[in-house]
């Protein structure tokens, strides 16, 4: 399934060090979507090689740099190329690219039209570790009345956006809670946020995420983003 018409989605990965399954998630999403971008984040293997091979546009960072920074550097090399949405997605098979049909789809019903669709996982204590879980559920638990938006998995970085809705928008996150950064601040500016049930992958890669510390580092963050920004 490739995208409607009046849809042109281009993928955009944050990768460090995911050169055991870059080239297949680019492989696999590129059918879905009319072009993937991977921001190689200073990484040490092959993934910037595998990248390419697998189809993918590479951006390379010289050293690591964090995924909100990575991320920022993927929407900038795609912003005034005519594509209408960005998808969001990691490179580590924790997002599984047979459902990003899912999140296309959803960006081309509903009245009034999503802005931002978001992949939501259902967390199952069995097929998760037991610190990813908890930091998931205490997590958006705790995030969900700062974002604004009735989101089950805030903290879920598989999101399709239309990008005519971060004209103007500076973000400034350097880590994992891009996410919610986002989401916050287009919630604020009226966004209209879906949410699509998406597969729970605990069989890729391991996670980089740490986290206890990095779930508390998102929480506090967000009441600077709710709160103390004012764009």
């Known amino acids: 399934m490739t995208a409607p018409p009046s849809l042109r ?6 990768a460090f060090n995911e050169g055991r ?6 492989a696999e999403t590129r059918p879905h979507v009319d072009a993937v971008v991977v921001v190689d984040d200073g990484s040490t293997d ?10 993918a546009e590479v951006v390379r960072h010289p050293a690591n740099r964090g ?4 991320v920022r550097s993927g929407l900038d090399a795609v912003r005034g190329r005519g594509f209408t949405h960005v998808l969001l997605m990691d490179g580590d098979l924790q997002h599984r690219p047979s459902d990003v ?10 009245t009034p039209p999503a802005d931002v669709i978001v992949g939501t996982r259902s967390f199952d204590r069995s097929q998760m570790p037991a610190s990813r879980f908890w930091s998931n ?3 958006s638990w705790a995030l969900c009345g700062l974002v604004g938006v009735s989101i089950r998995d805030t903290q879920s970085g598989f999101r399709l956006i239309r990008l005519a809705t971060l004209d103007g928008l500076t973000l400034t996150s350097t880590g994992y809670e891009i996410e919610t950064e986002m989401l916050i601040r287009l919630a604020r500016r009226g966004a209209v946020v879906r ?21 508390t580092r998102t929480c506090f963050l967000a009441l600077y983003y709710r709160f103390l920004i004012r764009h």
């Open 9 to 14: 989605v281009v993928a955009v990965i944050a």
């Open 21 to 26: 399954h870059i080239g297949q998630v680019v």
């Open 46 to 55: 092959d993934t910037a090689a595998a990248a390419t091979a697998g189809g």
């Open 195 to 215: 949410e699509v049930p998406v597969a729970l992958a605990y069989d890729g890669a391991p996670s980089k995420l740490r986290p206890v510390r990095d779930t």
């Open 137 to 139: 559920v205490i997590g």
């Open 101 to 110: 049909p899912r999140l296309v789809a959803a960006a081309g019903t509903g």
């Open 67 to 70: 995924k909100g920074v990575a």
